[in-house]
Nanobody, 120 residues
Framework: QVQLVESGGGLVQAGKSLRLSCAAS????????MGWYRQTPGKLQRELVA????????NYADSVKGRFTISRENAKNTVYLQMNSLKPEDTAVYYC?????????????WGQGTQVTVSS
């Protein structure tokens, strides 16, 4: 089992920055890809914001390229999302997701979500 604990959400003005953190703990062989997704009211699906592999390769949604940076500390099993130049349309619940290997099988886990609200 893997537990994900997120932190760093809040209310900020447009143009400001926030940093989200997500720490994985539990019993697993390895933490593989880690990523951030977001969901807004009225939308059924969570959209990918950014993902980072265990080797450090990254991928971003077009809407956040150049403004958001994903990083990780493998020794701490922690992933970060630095969000700069925030816009009101970035308002959403942000969820951390990780892929973990347990006894030879890969499983996905989600965090509880953290609210990010950007005021204009």
């Amino acid at each position: 089992q893997v537990q994900l604990v997120e932190s760093g959400g809040g209310l900020v003005q447009a143009g400001k920055s926030l940093r989200l953190s997500c720490a994985a703990s539990g019993s697993f062989s390895s933490i593989n890809a880690m990523g951030w997704y977001r969901q807004t009211p009225g939308k059924l699906q969570r959209e990918l914001v950014a993902v980072i592999t265990s080797g450090g390769s990254t991928n971003y949604a077009d809407s956040v390229k150049g403004r958001f940076t994903i990083s990780r500390e493998n020794a701490k099993n922690t992933v970060y999302l630095q969000m700069n130049s925030l816009k009101p349309e970035d308002t959403a619940v942000y969820y951390c997701k990780t892929m973990a290997t347990i006894r030879g099988y890969e499983y996905q886990y989600w965090g509880q979500g953290t609210q990010v609200t950007v005021s204009s």
